[in-house]
């Protein structure tokens, strides 16, 4: 594989440009300080980069030749290796440290991103104060552990969103024990621009977090009415964001987070939070998981793709 300098499209520097032989039609620009690959596939979805760097075990190169004549080509030859690869966001995301209940050290498979979501109610339990505290102890701990941080915030999940909010007068049904609140109510929509500001500017651009989930919107942040049953469906689909303010949240994210990669899942309006950069959509991912009944066990993955323009 040949490498020629150009221009970087984002960093403003100096990058590598990859060209593939004539029957591979992908091309990737890859920082001059990495050589790693810039595209990575995450459980929670396709996730494009402008850089990153090597990570624990990433495959390493060796120059095969240097012409003197043309000294902006490098041909270089991958080497083979036998370890898990560790390129930065390759492989699985570590759900919530194993969601208590992870696999025995041995079945663990290595992860380089910690995945976590939060409800609106835990990073926002009074108006205006903010846990910054429960997500710094998250990065400190997926550190440790060799991790970057993913995360996602849920309107709608184990009672979110916060009372303060509803008692503001935004209406909501209740769905079992969560609440479904009214997504179009202006209030409901100020407060959760005043949220994704106030993280955006705390951790937007920061290397310590490798993707925002855009969610907070509908049942467990995942852009649908699926909790919602019987004679609530309807109350719920009321609730849910109109055409025009679904395409109002996405452009909160990407005010609130410039400079960090964001994914949305398939139920959200992905052609359009397509066409404000590059974001990565999913429309399933597979687990892992582990009981003292059944052992190891999967699910399967199902129509993962990317998106980019």
């Not at 624990?56 to 004549?69: C, F, M, T, W, Y």
């Not at 505290?133 to 970057?148: M, S």
């Not at 993280?199 to 009415?225: L, M, Q």
């Amino acid at each position: 594989m040949s490498f020629a300098r150009s221009p970087h499209p984002s960093a403003g520097k100096q990058g590598l440009s990859y060209r593939r032989p004539e029957r591979e039609t992908l091309t990737l620009k890859l920082s001059a300080r990495t050589h790693a690959l810039a595209v990575i596939l995450l459980a929670a979805g396709a996730v494009f980069f402008p850089t990153c760097s090597l990570g624990r075990g990433a495959i390493s190169g060796v120059p095969e030749k240097h012409d003197p004549a043309s000294p902006a080509t490098v041909t270089v030859r991958p080497l083979e290796i036998d370890e898990v690869l560790y390129n930065p966001g390759m492989g699985f995301a570590d759900f919530h440290f194993g969601s208590g209940n992870p696999p025995p050290p041995g079945e663990y498979p290595p992860q380089t991103v910690a995945y976590v979501r939060w409800t609106w109610d835990e990073l926002e339990p009074a108006e205006g104060q903010y846990n910054f505290d429960l997500v710094d102890n998250v990065i400190r701990e997926a550190g440790k552990r060799g991790e970057t941080l993913a995360f996602r915030i849920m309107s709608v999940y184990k009672g979110s969103p916060p009372k303060w909010l509803l008692d503001k007068g935004v209406d909501s049904v209740a769905i079992g024990g969560d609440l479904f609140p009214d997504h179009n109510n202006p209030v409901f929509f100020d407060y959760h621009e005043r949220l994704l500001r106030a993280f955006g500017e705390r951790y937007a651009g920061k290397p310590e977090i490798d993707h925002v989930d855009i969610g907070s919107v509908g049942c467990w942040g995942e852009w649908n009415t699926a909790c919602c049953g019987g004679s609530k469906k309807e109350i719920c689909r009321r609730f849910f964001p109109t055409k025009e303010n679904k395409l109002r949240i996405a452009d909160l994210y990407f005010r609130s987070f410039p400079g960090t990669p964001l994914v949305m899942l398939d139920g959200g309006p992905v052609e359009y939070a397509v066409s404000r950069g590059p974001v990565g959509a999913v429309t399933a991912s597979g687990t892992m998981g582990h009981s003292a009944r059944t052992g190891t066990t999967w699910t399967t993955s199902t129509s993962q793709r990317p998106e980019t323009r």
